[in-house]
């Protein structure tokens, strides 16, 4: 078994910066938060554990989202047909607000939430990484290992489908 590495203060720093960003990645790609927390923890721990394989000079957060997105695919394919999702109204902090604009607000997130969970999980991977990290398109491409053009094809076809969903749910209202 590998011993974590100890990483450098900036490194450690850098790690520590990027937990919030990961945990938002993470909740993108398994629409749970209690999920997403397992991924951020074992993403970090695979990321300390393989600090020696990360190219200094090269986009660190790239890296992790990497680890990140490989070890919930993995996680997958090994829960294949126990894996649930939570709430997701249980996402937003609600206590202590009140009114119809925090209403409202639950409403759409919950709205958006949903058409982004209805999308196939390659372009959800891509709206997460483009729309939601804003990374760019070559930097999307680099992490999924895809084609630029494929990654910016995955996501016009999921704005379409978002567009398409979001119209059709404001129609039902």
Do not use: C
Request: charged share 30%; proline share 4%; hydrophobic share 45%.
């Amino acid at each position: 078994m590998n011993r974590p590495m100890t990483p450098d203060e900036t490194t450690r720093q850098a790690l520590i910066a990027l937990i919030p960003r990961l945990r938002r990645f993470a909740r993108v790609l398994t629409g749970s938060i209690a999920d997403a927390d397992d991924v951020v923890q074992a993403s970090l721990e695979k990321a300390m554990l393989n600090l020696n394989q990360w190219q200094p000079g090269t986009r660190l957060d790239a890296w992790v989202f990497r680890i990140a997105r490989n070890h919930w695919v993995d996680d997958r394919r090994r829960a294949h047909n126990r894996m649930g999702h939570d709430d997701i109204g249980e996402m937003l902090d609600l206590a202590g607000d009140d009114g119809v604009a925090v209403v409202e607000a639950s409403a759409e997130a919950r709205m958006v939430r949903a058409a982004v969970d209805g999308l196939p999980p390659e372009q959800r991977d891509v709206v997460a990484l483009v729309m939601l990290e804003e990374l760019s398109y070559r930097e999307a491409a680099d992490l999924l290992g895809l084609p630029i053009g494929t990654v910016m094809s995955r996501l016009s076809r999921a704005k379409a489908a978002l567009a398409k969903r979001m119209t059709e749910e404001r129609a039902v209202q």
